[in-house]
């Protein structure tokens, strides 16, 4: 498969996905979607092992990991700076239902926020010991 | 790190796009490599250097290196 092919059939699984995603709010059923999300990134994966060009090299895949690494302390930074803000104004206000619920959504994200770095954490190490450290 | 690999490839009459076929990576790092945005991993210059029927210092070559040589050649 070309190239240019693959791109096409990954725009024509986007069309069928958005397809779903529509089909499900309609039909009010989370469900369908979250399976076609899945079935439509294996399919991709898969698909993209068919491709005859080289897509990944050495350098694409360097190129691949400091993107992944940037954008991911970016979003950290920016996410915890939002929840942070959250949850003083939050707490800073009136306690009312209102207040307190914001505050909760605020900290939870600082929870996941904690949890991706718990996730860097346990991931460096598997990668450390896997490249060689003993 | 310097690198003859556009020299090389000159010799062979190849393009980038077939040296990059022939090597198995994409044409814009051969692209990189011969205007030294990029340096290879060792398994890419091995591979690069094997495929030239030549030797990796051949091919590639380390900047600090060079100085010597140049100051050997001013005495």
Same mark, same amino acid.
């Given at each position: 498969?070309?190239? /240019? ?6 725009? %024509? ?5 958005? $397809? ?7 039909? %009010? ?6 399976? %076609? ?29 400091? &993107?992944?690494?940037? &954008?991911?302390?970016? &979003? ?19 306690? /009312?239902?209102? /207040?307190?619920?914001? $505050? ?6 600082? %929870? ?19 490249? $060689?450290?003993? | 790190?310097? *690198? ?6 000159? +010799?062979?009459?190849?393009?980038? =796009?077939?040296?990059?076929? #022939? +090597? ?33 210092? #051949? +091919?590639? +070559?380390?900047?600090?290196?060079? =100085?010597?040589?140049?100051?050997? *050649?001013?005495?």
């Amino acid at each position: 498969m070309k190239k /240019n092919s693959f791109y096409l059939l990954v725009a %024509a699984v986007a069309f069928i996905e958005v $397809g779903i995603f529509w089909w499900s709010v309609e039909s %009010a059923s989370p469900l369908p979607s979250l399976v %076609a999300v899945l079935f439509g990134i294996a399919f991709v994966y898969v698909a993209r092992m068919y491709i005859d060009e080289v897509v990944i090299d050495e350098r694409a895949e360097k190129i691949i990991g400091i &993107t992944s690494l940037r &954008t991911l302390q970016i &979003t950290w930074i920016g996410l915890f700076l939002f929840a942070l803000w959250v949850v003083i104004e939050a707490l800073n206000e009136e306690l /009312n239902n209102y /207040n307190r619920r914001v $505050g909760i959504v605020g900290f939870r994200l600082m %929870a996941i926020l904690c949890g991706i770095i718990l996730l860097y954490v346990i991931l460096s190490l598997y990668y450390d010991r896997k490249f $060689g450290a003993s | 790190m310097n *690198n003859r690999i556009k020299v090389f490839r000159a +010799i062979n009459n190849l393009t980038q =796009e077939d040296l990059a076929r #022939e +090597i198995g990576v994409t044409r814009q790092t051969i692209l990189a490599l011969e205007n030294r945005q990029y340096d290879p991993s060792l398994l890419l210059a091995a591979r690069i250097a094997r495929y030239f029927g030549k030797r990796i210092d #051949e +091919i590639f +070559i380390i900047e600090d290196e060079e =100085e010597p040589d140049t100051r050997r *050649n001013k005495k």
